[in-house]
């Protein structure tokens, strides 16, 4: 009767596949239990001395009521790649959570809901009761994106966790008006701005999407006698014209500089003068511009050089205001009532089919209308004096703007970008930045601290009495989201996290948010610090499907990061969407892909199975020094290895040490290493084997460490049953780095 070979006496979960659904929640549950995700308890335990290098990065903030999508996966994995890394190696390392209250974003899916539901809009409920259904909402949905970002492993300190409307950021947020208001770089006035029609509000430069219509460009002449013809795709705006502009050195119209007209477009009377403006390309179009300030930001800086009137013409929602025969029309209607009054007067030249980069509020979809409001603003090009200053030129007691500020903290070196491409894209940007709009006509969100009384006005956070009337508009989210980086740090106090984790080191995020935040970021630092806000950024690109088409639910083709790492495991997962995956370049990702990585997961979940197996019984000797020359050649080769990846997880490039980790394990461990293994270990040559072993040991021990950043739930599942455990450092995650 024949028996079953004796098992060897390894843990038993080594025998079975390794299965992530019955890891991964206990194990995040037990690293969160644990607290070292803080980096005092890490102090205070003993695994990071108290004098240690602090490391520092706050996570951008997502939406508090949305959901994750691969874009969200990818930050979160590459932000804990790195910090999972530096808390290995030793230093203070701080993840700092947050959420966003997204304001736009989220009133108006609540004012959709109850539209729907009740058939009513905010102005029927009134302005706190609308809040209250806000806030409901929030905290109804507020707990499924932090609960997604556990699932994927992210190691964050949920003990400093902060949202963007709770009182600690508020009152920052309130402070760091007053503060701007004070020093005369916030004002109110009456400019240009971006109009979204639908949700009645101003929106920023940054939260506009261009899409490529097809539209049509129409030359044509004001008057039959008027001497110079013009185009433009927008007809209904000409009857705001003030002026035609042309360049100073085009011999055309030389003639005609200072000349000025009147005439009845299209039954309104415009008084137009013809003016030289070195902006108008002389050989784009006819080379003239018609110039309509109230409804073009380019025009608006064009009336500013040359004192022109700005009469609006388009109203809040889209419609003509104008006298006669255009008055109420929306605006599409009204450009086709101009080209039939052209056409009957003799005045259409040319029609011309071309496409149009039109734009449209993200939030809403609607078209943009360029309008002038009174509304408040950051003045970017306004003097001050910076008290104190860090910035490498820009000395403490200097006078400096917020456009500097911001030039210097990056031409200085104080910060940097991993892909350096996206540096000469925030030059560009900062060149053409005009003064910032930070008030929104909605309810949600931090209200401006300003009040009105019978002409009077004051700037303070509390009513200063009977009478005074808060200002109705909110901030900007970015102007709060702007202070972040300090604000979650305890500011305007000066707190020991200020001074220790301020500047924070890395802020990393996709090139969609850049001007969004980051810049924002370095403006609001600079002023209130006198500081960079971070030392690096890492930008990555967008993730698109396998055929590198964006993901969208319209295409079909929109991938749920959660229901991929329920198949194949969050490890899998976080593989998949890092290797091959270089800072700031678009990324095709193939879920088959994240199979490969699931294969992999098992591999290594194998080769501890044989590794332990052989070497049951036998002690890891740190101090091992008796190898066959087979096997220093061998350790040499590993040793070099993880040197290499130590150099690149320090310069950022985490897809290559993934790739070289998953390479080295898979083909050089398992397909050659443990097959020679196999002969040796069934050998009599007593010193062969011993020094095999401990070879193998201290490979599995360094793979271990070196992946876990990549890959933390299998590593961590493994080291809790391995010889290199040791009782002062309970977890791999505060395992110290491979020296």
Same mark, same amino acid.
């Not at 994750?68 to 590459?78: K, R, S």
């Not at 193939?590 to 501890?608: C, D, M, R, S």
């Given at each position: 009767m024949s028996t079953a070979p004796e098992q060897p006496n390894i843990p038993e979960k080594f025998l079975s596949p390794y299965d992530p659904n019955k890891v991964e929640s206990r194990l995040y549950a037990a690293w969160e239990d644990s607290d070292f995700f803080n980096p005092d308890m890490c102090v205070k335990k003993g695994i990071t001395r108290a004098d240690a290098k602090p490391f520092s990065i706050v996570l951008p903030p997502?939406?508090?009521?949305?959901? =994750?999508?691969?874009?969200?996966?990818?930050?979160?994995?590459?932000?804990?790649?790195?910090?999972?890394?530096?808390?290995m190696r030793g230093k203070k390392t701080l993840w700092l959570p947050g959420t966003d209250s997204a304001a736009i974003a989220t009133q108006t899916r609540v004012e959709k809901n109850i539209q729907k539901a009740e058939g009513k809009t905010r102005h029927d409920l009134g302005r706190e009761e609308l809040l209250k259904r806000i806030s409901a909402f929030v905290e109804e949905n507020k707990a499924t994106i932090l609960k997604q970002f556990r699932g994927m492993g992210a190691s964050l300190d949920w003990s400093r966790y902060l949202y963007t409307m709770d009182e600690?950021?508020?009152?920052?947020?309130?402070?760091?008006?007053?503060?701007?208001?004070?020093?005369?770089?916030?004002?109110?006035g009456n400019?240009?701005?971006? !109009?979204?029609?639908?949700?009645?509000?101003?929106?920023?430069?940054?939260?506009?999407?261009?899409?490529?219509? #097809?539209?049509?460009?129409?030359?044509?002449?004001?008057?039959? #006698?008027?001497?110079?013809?013009?185009?433009?795709?927008?007809?209904?705006?000409?009857? @705001?014209?003030?002026?035609?502009?042309?360049?100073?050195?085009?011999?055309?119209?030389?003639?005609?500089? @200072?000349?000025?007209?009147?005439?009845?477009?299209?039954?309104t009377l415009i008084h137009i003068k013809i003016i030289a403006d070195e902006s108008v390309e002389k050989d784009f179009?006819?080379?003239?511009?018609?110039?309509?300030?109230?409804?073009?930001?380019?025009?608006?800086?064009?009336?500013?050089?040359?004192?022109?009137?700005?009469?609006?013409?388009?109203?809040?929602? $889209?419609?003509?205001?104008?006298?006669?025969r255009l008055k109420g029309k929306k605006v599409a209607e009204a450009r086709e009532e101009v080209v039939s009054w052209l056409k009957d007067e003799g005045l259409l030249e040319k029609v011309e089919d071309i496409k149009q980069n039109v734009a449209t509020a993200e939030r809403t979809g609607a078209i943009i209308e360029?309008?002038?409001?009174?509304?408040? !603003?950051?003045?970017?090009?306004?003097?001050?004096?910076?008290?104190?200053?860090?910035?490498?030129?820009?000395?403490?007691?200097?006078?400096?703007?917020?456009?500097?500020?911001?030039?210097?903290?990056v031409e200085s070196g104080a910060v940097s970008f991993v892909s350096e491409r996206y540096e000469r894209v925030y030059y560009h940007w900062i060149d053409n930045l005009r003064d910032w709009c930070i008030s929104r006509q909605i309810w949600f969100g931090h209200r401006i601290p300003v009040w009105y009384k019978e002409g009077e006005m004051k700037v303070q956070i509390d009513s200063p009495g009977a009478g005074w009337e808060q200002d109705e508009d909110v901030l900007d989210t970015w102007f709060s989201s702007g202070l972040w980086t300090f604000s979650t740090l305890g500011w305007p106090d000066k707190t020991s996290d200020l001074t220790t984790f301020h500047p924070t080191d890395v802020i990393e995020?996709?090139?969609?948010?850049?001007?969004?935040?980051?810049?924002?970021?370095?403006?609001?630092?600079?002023?209130?610090?006198?500081?960079?806000?971070?030392?690096?950024?890492?930008?990555?690109?967008?993730?698109?499907?396998?055929?590198?088409?964006?993901?969208?639910?319209?295409?079909?083709?929109?991938?749920?990061?959660?229901?991929?790492?329920?198949?194949?495991?969050?490890? $899998?997962?976080?593989? @998949?969407?890092?290797?091959?995956?270089?800072?700031? $370049? #678009?990324?095709?990702?193939?879920?088959?892909?994240?199979?490969?990585?699931?294969?992999?997961?098992?591999?290594? !979940?194998?080769?501890?199975?044989?590794?332990?197996?052989?070497?049951? @019984?036998?002690?890891?000797?740190?101090?091992?020094?008796?190898?066959?020359?087979?096997?220093?050649?061998?350790?040499?080769?590993?040793?070099?290895?993880?040197?290499?990846?130590?150099?690149?997880?320090?310069?950022?490039?985490?897809?290559?040490? $993934?790739?070289?980790?998953?390479?080295?394990?898979?083909?050089?461990?398992?397909?050659?290493? =443990?097959?020679e293994s196999k002969t040796i270990f069934a050998g009599e040559d007593a010193d062969a084997k011993a020094s095999r072993a401990q070879f193998l040991l201290h490979t599995l021990r360094s793979l271990l460490i070196a992946l876990h950043p990549f890959m933390p739930y299998v590593t961590e599942e493994i080291w809790q049953d391995s010889p290199f455990k040791r009782d002062e450092r309970p977890f791999l995650m505060v395992e110290q780095w491979i020296e």
């Open positions: 997502p939406n508090v009521t949305g959901t =994750l999508h691969l874009g969200g996966a990818l930050m979160v994995t590459i932000e804990d790649i790195l910090v999972r890394y530096q808390r600690q950021h508020y009152r920052a947020v309130m402070e760091a008006f007053i503060r701007m208001y004070d020093a005369g770089l916030i004002y109110r400019r240009i701005v971006n !109009w979204d029609p639908k949700g009645q509000t101003t929106i920023s430069d940054d939260e506009i999407v261009h899409e490529e219509r #097809d539209a049509k460009l129409y030359t044509f002449r004001y008057a039959k #006698d008027f001497p110079i013809p013009i185009a433009t795709t927008r007809l209904e705006t000409k009857v @705001g014209d003030t002026a035609v502009a042309v360049h100073p050195d085009d011999e055309r119209y030389k003639k005609f500089i @200072g000349k000025e007209y009147d005439v009845v477009f299209c039954d179009g006819t080379g003239a511009l018609g110039v309509t300030p109230a409804h073009s930001h380019i025009d608006w800086e064009i009336a500013d050089r040359h004192n022109l009137q700005r009469p609006q013409v388009i109203n809040e929602y $889209a419609k003509m205001m104008v006298e006669g360029p309008l002038p409001k009174l509304q408040w !603003w950051v003045n970017v090009n306004k003097e001050f004096v910076i008290p104190y200053s860090d910035i490498p030129g820009i000395a403490s007691g200097a006078t400096t703007t917020l456009k500097e500020v911001m030039r210097k903290s995020s996709g090139y969609d948010i850049l001007f969004f935040w980051m810049a924002r970021m370095i403006l609001m630092s600079g002023f209130f610090l006198g500081q960079v806000p971070f030392r690096t950024i890492y930008i990555h690109g967008l993730v698109r499907d396998e055929n590198g088409r964006k993901l969208s639910k319209s295409l079909g083709n929109n991938i749920d990061p959660t229901e991929v790492g329920a198949q194949y495991g969050t490890d $899998a997962l976080r593989m @998949g969407l890092i290797v091959g995956n270089t800072p700031g $370049a #678009d990324f095709n990702f193939n879920p088959q892909k994240v199979g490969a990585y699931k294969k992999f997961a098992n591999k290594l !979940w194998n080769i501890t199975r044989f590794i332990f197996s052989e070497t049951e @019984g036998v002690t890891v000797n740190n101090m091992f020094s008796e190898f066959t020359p087979d096997d220093q050649a061998l350790t040499k080769r590993r040793n070099e290895l993880m040197t290499d990846i130590t150099r690149d997880m320090e310069n950022y490039r985490f897809y290559l040490a $993934a790739e070289k980790l998953y390479h080295y394990t898979w083909h050089e461990v398992a397909d050659v290493i =443990l097959e």
